[in-house]
């Protein structure tokens, strides 16, 4: 609506109605603390939970400041962000309040919110038509399947539900009969003028009568729900009219605004009946679709109410599915502090159910342990399917990947990144295996184990302990040099961040330093400049430590920065080997768990044989057929002598 203020009518207006007043409504002033002859005020803040006076604000000056959550601004601020309302709604309120004419609008402005005006009392007049027709005989069966769903007489004129007779003209013979222009009828939607051009006929006939309002308690909508099992449909709502949008609207949004301004966590159920049980047990901040999926405008709006609003969902196969599509909408639209957490019902049953059959303890045991977006994305990747193979699992890699880009923020981006990360570990990490122990023979006097019962374990021989698997080293000498190279080659070449992420993600790198840099290249994935920058920032330790290795300095991808397909080609084979040693690492640490009570000859023989193993999968073909040239034979050698140094070292000592 186009409309310009004059001059000095917003100041008029702020000075005639007093800030304190209007913020008096929605919070009690803490007396302790709060001056009145001053007008200094202070109340707990009705924009966030807290039990403390941090809310201030000054009468004189006419702001409002919280110190929790730092929501500031004037009286029409206030009323915008407490009640929803756009600025010029907010206006037109403080201006009633303080009894100042609103100025004239312009004639197409002037002539557009008469309209609506007069389409919201022809709503208001068939809202209270049809809240009279169910105290009627006709309405006997619709006040029976009210009874039985639980509803008093106090609720159904807490809601306004009402019926509709099962009467070709009863609504339109009512409001023409008052003198309602049949145009303005049927353009409320709430008759249909047929095409052969005869008289209108009702909408709603034999129906349940639920009214829909918008944020300032007009009547915009109807929802009726069928009283016969062979209705078309068993929920029918007004058309779209110039009143009612379904996609930008919700069901009972202005009591639960004003529920979620004192501190109620926000609910959002699929239709009118779930959140009428949810008020009535005591859960205000209530709200529902309009009979399709939540839209983006919705959700929006949802957001505005609370930062972090439950989503409530029938326990049954549809009610998952419509989570996981508000999901999916959900996910390049969240950020920090705006989400939302599900909450999953027990199968077949929705929140009428449960009040029904627990009460209110049992629904709010279901709200607190509603779970995170992430925790129901990684349910639908992973319930009910096998991944026991290499392709399942990269499948499973790929549609998480896939799930994550969305996410706009990048700090989220990372959390969620992390999240799943430790799920996957949980899903696919070996089952412990029991401690082998070996209940010797019963020997004669001299074996040390004569007559003993119980399992003993026997201590490693000295030449086991002399070689360097056998010496208990976690991270053998040659993956840490690779995990380096890997690192530092993906550092001064960020470009390839994104081509590698995968290969990165699936490393198990143990070092602290690599591991941390690690987390930090794959959080900033899609964005290599800010990866970079937040190394310097977060790890500029980690980073100088990497960095001074001598092999890292030295290594020609990591010197020459401008050869990209050089450091392409030494990623993809040092990737390539590493993923071969840990293969061949884990066969040793099994062989070396089934046989570690062997002979010491029968230990170094299979010792042997493994790492015979290990080399012959490090010749991969990357190796055989890549064409590195000269680099890479530097490279290479550099490493062979670092790496035969460094186990030469360990050996020794």
């Known amino acids: 609506m186009r409309m310009s203020l004059p001059p000095g009518f917003l100041d008029e207006l702020r000075a005639r109605v007093s800030i304190s007043s209007v913020v008096g409504r929605k919070v009690t002033w803490d007396m302790r603390k709060s001056n009145m002859a001053k007008g200094d005020m202070w109340a707990p803040c009705p924009f966030h939970q807290e039990k403390n006076a941090s809310f201030h604000v000054d009468d004189k000056k006419g702001f409002y400041y919280c110190f929790g959550c730092q929501a500031k601004g004037d009286v029409l601020t206030f009323l915008r962000e407490a009640d929803n309302m756009s600025f010029m709604e907010a206006v037109e309120v403080l201006a009633r309040d303080a009894g100042m004419p609103m100025p004239a609008r312009d004639p197409q402005a002037q002539q557009k919110s008469d309209r609506r005006s007069q389409l919201v009392a022809v709503m208001e007049q068939a809202a209270r038509f049809y809240r009279m027709q169910l105290n009627s005989a006709a309405a006997a069966d619709a006040r029976a399947y009210l009874t039985r769903r639980g509803l008093k007489p106090d609720a159904l004129e807490r809601h306004g539900i009402g019926f509709a007779a099962d009467t070709r003209q009863g609504l339109w013979a009512h409001l023409t009969g008052a003198g309602v ?13 047929p095409d052969d051009g005869g008289q209108p006929y009702d909408r709603f006939r034999g129906r349940i009568m639920f009214p829909i309002r918008d944020g300032r308690d007009r009547c915009i909508a109807f929802g009726g729900r069928a009283m016969s099992e062979n209705a078309r449909a068993k929920y029918l ?10 996609g930008r609207t919700l069901y009972n949004i202005g009591p639960a605004r004003s529920a979620c301004g004192k501190g109620t966590p926000l609910i959002v ?31 929006r709006l949802i957001w505005r109410l609370a930062p972090e609003p439950v989503i409530a969902l029938d326990g049954d196969s549809a009610g998952l599915r419509a989570g996981q599509r508000l999901m999916d909408l959900a996910l390049p639209l969240i950020e920090a502090g705006q989400s939302m957490r599900f909450c999953l019902l027990p199968e ?9 059959a627990g009460g209110p303890p049992a629904m709010q045991k279901l709200i607190d342990g509603a779970v995170p977006v992430v925790t129901l994305l990684w349910q639908r990747e992973t319930e009910g399917q096998n991944f026991d193979s290499p392709e399942r699992r990269a499948a499973l890699d790929l549609r998480l990947r896939q799930s994550l880009s969305l996410i706009r923020d990048p700090s989220l981006r990372g959390h969620y990144a992390d999240e799943l990360r430790r799920l996957r570990q949980e899903l696919f990490a ?9 209940t010797p023979r019963r020997g004669g006097a001299n074996a040390p184990w004569a007559d003993r019962r119980t399992s003993v374990a026997l201590p490693p021989l000295a030449s086991t302990r002399s ?26 070449h960020p470009g390839l961040i994104a081509t590698f992420e995968a290969d990165l993600d699936r490393a198990e790198l143990s070092d602290p330093d690599h591991h941390a840099l690690r987390l930090c290249l794959l959080r900033q994935a899609a964005d290599p400049a800010a990866a970079v ?47 071969a040693r840990r293969g061949a690492a884990r066969e040793l640490r099994d062989a070396m768990e089934d046989l570690d009570h062997l002979a010491d000859e029968g230990v170094t023989w299979r010792l042997s044989q493994a790492a015979a193993a290990r080399h012959a999968a490090e010749r991969s073909k990357l190796e055989d057929s890549a064409d590195l040239g000269e680099n890479r034979q530097e490279l290479s050698k550099l490493l062979q002598n670092l790496i035969d140094d460094e186990i030469w070292v360990k050996k020794k000592h």
């Open 181 to 193: 222009a049949a145009d303005l009828i049927v353009d409320a939607g709430l008759a249909i003028r």
């Open 237 to 246: 709502n007004s058309p779209e009219t110039e009143l009612f949008d379904k």
């Open 269 to 299: 159920a699929e239709g009118y009946m779930d959140v009428i049980a949810l008020v009535e047990g005591g859960f205000a901040a209530a709200v529902a679709p309009l009979g399709t999926a939540i839209t983006e405008d919705q959700l």
């Open 348 to 356: 077949k049953q929705d929140p009428d159910d449960v009040l029904r």
């Open 430 to 438: 070996p089952a412990p295996r029991a401690g082998r122990t070996f």
């Open 467 to 492: 070689t360097l698997l056998g010496g208990g080293q976690a991270t053998p000498v040659e993956d840490q040099l690779r995990e380096a190279i890997i690192l530092a080659i993906l550092i001064t």
């Open 533 to 579: 920058a937040s190394l310097r920032d977060d790890h500029a330790d980690a980073l100088d430590r990497l960095m001074a290795q001598n092999h890292v300095r030295i290594a020609p991808p990591v010197h020459n920065r401008h050869d990209t397909d050089l450091a392409r080609r030494c990623l993809a084979e040092e990737f390539a080997k590493l993923k």
